[in-house]
């Protein structure tokens, strides 16, 4: 391209004849004569779209995208006369608990460490870092035209200059573990030296395994990543994400929602081992009970149900002999269940309906012996009783927010003879006390992850009870500082 005949041809073309590259309509006949000339469309658009950014012009679709559908042309035009605003942490935030604000140069030094990743589904517009931890974020909800969030829409557009990659979303957490095993990956290349593998030591305390790096765990297990030897999976870990102490030491809410879901305990594996435990099924079936008798109280019971049909977009129910047409129109909460009412034709269904936000918790350890072994089995997987380690049996329960920091033991003549890991000030480990000093000792629990037992609405949810079934609610083992409603 001929640089100097593009700008002289392009002068001919305006009035004033004097190219003005801050001038949205001189550019559009820019654009209009390179493609006349018969250059493609796409590199017409992204050399304009160069110009554009670096005269501080940013594309309206873009902006929209990051900011908001409020905002208008005008508001567009003015951004680059604007400060940059900084970025609130925002309350998802699992990447640094104690910082609350992130200013450009803060996330350009990120910059220098890794990929930035910008997420704009929903409402909010969510700065993350290459393994998907949100970082800082911006509300969509707020007034868009204020000149405070299109500063804050400023920032964004910096970092997408500075080579940060937009997209709609990115599956929550899907990088975390691939950051722990990478990073492990890494020490070993480095530094296993001619050895095939290495005692693991974490914390200190041998684990009694060997291994030369991370192994994959397939399907939806306990077990969120491993370490191990050739692939193989000899070490495994319940993985949680984010900071659970600031930096003074002070214990943080917990960053992650559940320790495990009561509902997966209920398979015919989990009956075997729940035989062989007194009181564990017993606890469980009582808190089931109670919840039964709450969704009642909140929501609605239908007797003798034999068939749940949707015609012309409406949800009906046959019960008692009658069609009765439910107050809760939400699909999320009848299509998932047509089958199994239809079915089963209960004689009681219990629906948790109109219910959003509807939680209910008993507290577990208060249940002593009974309430310890209800919460280890949710915290390393329901395989716990066995005291083998596996895929449902985890070794260790191991929390932070950063990657594990590894090193290695050496010998006299520089010899690597161990892999020693740990986690950094912020996180907290967990050994699995059936694998790891024969369960003398029940780990301790800070007062913000105290394990409750919580039922909470979810529509897409069910379960068999007694005497019928219950959709709409869920049943999980939460910490105490992710629980609400009141206690049962």
Not at 69 to 75: L, P, R
Not at 245 to 273: H, R, V, W
Not at 448 to 468: C, F, I, L, N
Request: proline fraction near 3%; hydrophobic fraction near 35%; charged fraction near 25%.
């Amino acid at each position: 391209m001929n640089i100097e005949h593009l700008i002289r041809e392009w002068a001919l073309r305006l009035n004033g004849g004097c190219p003005d590259p801050k001038n949205r309509s001189h550019l559009e006949i820019l654009a209009e004569y390179m493609i006349q000339q018969g250059h493609p469309r796409e590199g017409v658009q992204a050399y304009i779209s160069q110009i554009s950014e670096a005269k501080g012009i940013f594309d309206v679709g873009i902006v929209k995208q990051i900011g908001g559908d409020d905002i208008t042309q005008e508001d567009v035009d003015k951004i680059s006369t604007l400060p940059l605003q900084s970025l609130t942490a925002g309350s998802g935030n699992t990447f640094n608990a104690s910082k609350k604000e992130y200013s450009l140069s803060d996330i350009k030094s990120l910059m220098s460490k890794g990929k930035i990743v910008i997420t704009t589904a929903g409402s909010i517009t969510k700065v993350r870092s290459q393994y998907g931890e949100r970082i800082c974020q911006l509300s969509k909800k707020v007034k868009q035209g204020s000149d405070k969030h299109l500063g804050r829409v400023h920032t964004i557009l910096q970092l997408l200059q500075l080579g940060a990659e937009i997209k709609g979303k990115v599956a929550a957490g899907i990088g975390y573990e691939n950051m722990q095993i990478e990073n492990l990956d890494n020490w070993m290349k480095t530094n296993l030296g001619n050895k095939k593998s290495l005692p693991l030591f974490i914390k200190g305390k041998d684990t009694g395994v060997e291994i030369d790096g991370g192994a994959k765990v397939s399907g939806v297990p306990k077990a969120d990543l491993a370490f191990g030897i050739g692939g193989k999976p000899t070490f495994f870990i319940s993985y949680k994400h984010g900071a659970m102490f600031d930096p003074s030491g002070n214990e943080l809410k917990a960053s992650f929602q559940q320790y495990g879901s009561i509902s997966s305990f209920y398979n015919k594996k989990f009956t075997a081992q729940m035989e062989k435990v007194p009181g564990v099924k017993k606890m469980i079936d009582d808190f089931v009970e109670a919840v039964k008798k709450q969704v009642a109280k909140s929501g609605k019971v239908y007797k003798n149900v034999t068939k749940i049909r949707n015609e012309k977009g409406q949800w009906i129910l046959t019960a008692g002999g009658k069609d009765v047409i439910p107050k809760d129109q939400n699909s999320k909460l009848w299509t998932k269940h047509v089958s199994k009412i239809n079915k089963m034709k209960p004689k009681n269904l219990y629906v948790l309906e109109n219910a959003s936000g509807w939680s209910r918790r008993r507290s577990v350890l208060k249940a002593g012996k009974v309430g310890q072994d209800v919460s280890m089995m949710s915290i390393f997987g329901n395989d716990y009783f066995t005291g083998k380690a596996g895929i449902n049996n985890c070794n260790i329960l191991m929390q932070d927010n950063a990657a594990f920091s590894v090193g290695f033991a050496i010998n006299d003549d520089g010899e690597a003879t161990a892999v020693h890991i740990g986690v950094s000030s912020a996180g907290h480990i967990m050994w699995n006390p059936k694998i790891y000093g024969g369960a003398k000792k029940f780990p301790s629990f800070g007062k913000q992850y105290e394990p409750y037992m919580v039922a909470r609405y979810t529509g897409e949810s069910k379960m068999v009870v007694k005497d019928g079934l219950m959709i709409g609610c869920r049943l999980l083992i939460n910490p105490a500082s992710q629980t609400k409603g009141g206690d049962i």
